[in-house]
């Protein structure tokens, strides 16, 4: 039974930090891509970092470079999300994501509430 479970969000004030967490069963890290989303009040979900299924090379959007890093521990089956100088414009539920091009399988967590507020 493949499962996505996101852990790690929580309240901070601005300029704070969390590491999230999205650990994986039944599958391999190995053969999926991973992503992070992001969906704030009123907004639709947007793309926030991604790690590559074959060589974990990465990708961040625009408004998180330089403060998110995006890493995979595949012996533990886990993709993390660190959060650092956090701004309450990131404040919103964050999803784990996790793709198979070759298969066509897509699959999605329950998501974790960040809140960026003083």
């Known amino acids: 039974q493949v499962q996505l479970v996101e852990s790690g969000g929580g309240l901070v004030q601005p300029g704070g930090s969390l590491r999230l967490s999205c650990a994986v069963s039944g599958f391999t890290l190995e053969y999926y891509a991973i992503g992070w989303f992001c969906r704030a009040p009123g907004k639709g979900r947007e793309g926030v970092s991604f790690i590559s299924s074959a060589d974990g090379s990465t990708e961040y959007a625009d408004s998180v470079k330089g403060r998110f890093t995006i890493s995979r521990d595949i012996a533990k089956n886990t993709v993390y999300l660190q959060m650092n100088n956090l701004k309450p414009e990131d404040t919103a539920v964050y999803y784990c994501?996790?793709?198979?091009?070759?298969?066509?399988?897509?699959?999605w967590g329950q998501g974790t509430q960040v809140t960026v507020s003083s």
């Open positions: 994501n996790a793709k198979n091009w070759i298969r066509g399988l897509d699959y």
